[in-house]
């Protein structure tokens, strides 16, 4: 099993700055890609980072150039720098990491965290 808990001060201003971390622990060494989803109120969970163990990060359109996501993979956390923030970029944010397809017979294909508030205030 993989248990995911993140941290991060979840309020902030517009215009400011916000850091989220997600921390891995159990069977870590089973993990590809460690990703950031939000799910604002009244809507669907969706992505908005990624980034798999080597390194290569996605994006969504509407973060692109306000977010980075990086990884630590000797401290198996990923971190979410959130910069510019809108009003709509509040939502619980959860990380989530997918298992090498190799062990997916064995494990879930997917573990997620318990999710933290981000409230971004006008």
């Known amino acids: 099993q993989v248990r995911l808990v993140e941290s991060g001060l979840g309020l902030a201003q517009a215009g400011g700055p916000l850091r989220l971390s997600c921390s891995a622990s159990g069977s870590t060494s089973i993990i590809n890609a460690m990703n950031w989803y939000r799910q604002a109120s009244g809507k669907q969970r969706e992505l908005r980072a990624g980034?798999?163990?080597?390194?290569?990060?996605r994006y969504a359109d509407s973060v692109k150039v306000r977010f980075t996501i990086s990884r630590d993979n000797a401290k198996n956390t990923v971190y979410l720098q959130m910069n510019s923030l809108k009003p709509e970029d509040t939502a619980v944010y959860y990380c989530n990491v997918e298992i090498h397809p190799y062990y997916v017979p064995t494990y879930p294909p997917n573990y997620w965290g318990q999710g933290t508030q981000v409230t971004v205030s006008s």
């Open positions: 980034i798999r163990s080597g390194g290569r990060s």
